[in-house]
């Protein structure tokens, strides 16, 4: 019985070791449907049914990328040009810690000290300002009493840490996206170059259905599929990832009020799942059995010496190497980095990244206090016109805008 119990434990602990990879499950979203269906077309010779459910999945995949590229592209239009021509500026460190102000770093965009009772969002701020410039306008001889009998207060974000708070929660949400893609491409490097069959008959044929007859696994594929798969499943996710994140990140940055940037964080990753959406709802029941069929592939980890198969290891040899992990071996750096939770701190380091992204391309450091940011000169575009590659390549493809700014920081010294 010890015997037993030990052996337990040793397979349970060689079994994690040997699978420190996980596995790679075929995704259950358009993604893994253009990788399962060509294969299992490819294994029955082409055969007219399978080829035609494997056309149609390559086709939910491009309709997919072109519904996520579409609705990134318009969410960067609303902050890029549509904004804009409101009179909006960036958002950047405005009222950030309104709660030291007045003083140093505390001006806001309209020239004046941003306080709690002063502030509002972009929506109320221009509102207010509308109504004084009108005000100017219809008695253009009163622009002093206007100035200081109007106070259109001034914008800025109402609480910064929760700002950086939702940026992360929206990260941790694209961080499976990413993970998936990564065990994609960790699938396609490590699945043998083969011309392997996709489907086998099981033995026991007691049990029958279209699915429940054969058994659906990853297997190998030939060179060719791999970098037709690399070309137009790996690459576009990954690609599609990054946009994502780099939008998301600037909307949320953009956002002020405390309900609107804890409701955006949720909302805005359903331009990531659009792709389970599209799956569920218009992909053919067959597909979706098939997909949901195909068993996982075990992605082993490469720097041990473990037998990737657990069975061609007898009892004493799984006692003994259990040994040689545990009984000799003590604690050292590599284990206690282990320890910490690296997704975790994976999330951290993209949202620091993507937030600095949004500061690098939109602000500028304060005069009075250069750890806060304001918001770079604002530049209304010539036009609405706004295209994907303005989305995804800005620097390459900046937004044509006109050579006088419509908003600059103020210049104001104190006395």
């Known amino acids: ?33 253009a990788i399962v269906m060509p294969q299992v077309a490819r294994t029955t010779g082409w055969d007219k049914t399978v080829l035609i459910l494997a056309v149609r999945s390559v086709f939910f995949l491009a309709f ?18 549509m904004n804009k021509f409101s009179g909006e500026m960036y958002l950047c460190d405005f009222g ?50 206007a100035f200081e009998k109007v106070d259109i207060g001034e914008y800025g974000v109402e609480d910064y840490l929760l700002r950086w708070t939702c940026c992360f929660v929206f ?52 060179m060719m599929w791999k970098l037709i798969n690399g070309l137009i499943v790996v690459c576009p996710k990954l690609f599609l990832w990054k946009l994502t994140c780099e939008v998301g990140v600037c909307f949320l940055m953009n956002t002020s009020t405390i309900g609107d940037i804890v409701i955006n964080s949720v909302a805005i990753t359903f331009i990531i799942n659009l792709d389970e959406l599209i799956y569920s709802a218009l992909m053919s029941e067959e597909t979706r059995r098939v997909v949901a ?10 720097h041990t010496s473990c037998v990737g198969d657990m069975s061609l290891l007898t009892d ?25 939770p690296q997704k975790f701190f994976f999330a951290l380091l993209l949202t620091t990244g993507f937030i ?12 009075e206090k250069p750890e806060l940011t304001v918001s770079k000169d604002m530049y209304l575009p010539k036009s609405v016109s706004y295209y994907f590659l303005n989305a995804c ?22 006395t």
């Open 1 to 33: 019985m010890e015997r037993q119990r030990k052996l337990a434990f040793a397979k349970t602990t060689i079994g994690i070791t040997m699978r420190e990879g996980g596995v790679c499950r075929v995704e259950e979203n358009v993604y893994g449907a």
């Open 64 to 81: 997919n990328i072109c519904l996520q590229c579409y609705a990134l592209t318009m969410l960067s239009k609303e902050d890029n040009v």
């Open 96 to 145: 950030a810690f309104a709660e030291n102000c007045p003083g140093p770093g505390c001006l806001g965009p309209g020239g004046t000290d941003v306080t709690a009772p002063r502030m509002y969002d972009i929506e109320s701020y221009l509102r207010r300002k509308f109504v004084r410039d009108s005000f100017i306008a219809l008695f253009p001889d009163r622009v002093t009493e």
């Open 171 to 222: 990260m941790i949400s694209c961080m499976d996206d990413l993970v998936l893609t990564y065990k994609m491409a960790e699938l396609f490097y490590q699945i043998p170059t083969k011309d392997e069959p996709w489907i086998e008959p099981l033995a026991d044929m007691t049990v029958r259905g279209s699915v429940d007859e054969v058994r659906f696994k990853i297997a190998g594929m030939p």
């Open 293 to 302: 069929a195909t068993e996982s592939f075990a992605l082993f980890n490469a």
């Open 316 to 340: 004493d040899e799984i006692l003994e190497k259990h040994h040689e992990q545990q009984g000799l071996r003590s604690w050292s750096i590599a284990d206690l980095v282990a320890i910490l």
């Open 356 to 367: 600095s992204l949004y500061y690098l391309e939109h602000c500028n450091p304060n005069t």
């Open 393 to 414: 390549c800005q620097f390459l493809f900046p937004v044509p805008s006109e050579e006088t700014p419509y908003w600059r920081m103020p210049n104001i010294t104190r």
